[in-house]
């Protein structure tokens, strides 16, 4: 195996990696961001909990389970890409 090989072996090996780093742990982590600002418990005066809404954490919690749902729905579509264009004559193509 010459040289070339082996780094063209070990740039892809980089590019699984990071893609199952970001989608085995970044897609569950930004999804436990969202539970978390949606829902923030903080004891008041007589030691009671109340939840609190802060809207711009609801935002973020929001926009966070948006863009899970995206990466989801992208996942979908690249597994189902002849599907859609043989079925549904949509062509559908992520990269070439």
């Known amino acids: 195996m010459s ?3 082996w780094l063209k072996t070990a ?3 980089g590019t699984v ?3 199952g780093l ?6 569950p982590a930004l999804f436990s961001f969202g539970v ?9 005066n007589g030691g009671a909990v109340a939840i ?5 954490r609801q935002a973020a919690g929001w926009a966070s389970f948006a863009l899970v749902a995206l990466a989801v729905l992208f996942g979908i579509a690249v ?3 002849k599907v859609l264009k043989a079925h549904f004559g949509l062509d559908v193509t992520f990269w070439n």
């Open 22 to 27: 970001v989608l085995g742990a970044g897609l």
């Open 3 to 5: 040289l070339a090989e």
């Open 36 to 44: 978390a600002s949606l829902y923030s418990d903080q004891p008041e």
């Open 17 to 19: 990696l990071v893609v």
């Open 52 to 56: 609190t809404r802060n809207p711009l």
């Open 79 to 81: 597994i189902m890409e």
């Open 11 to 13: 740039k892809a090996l």
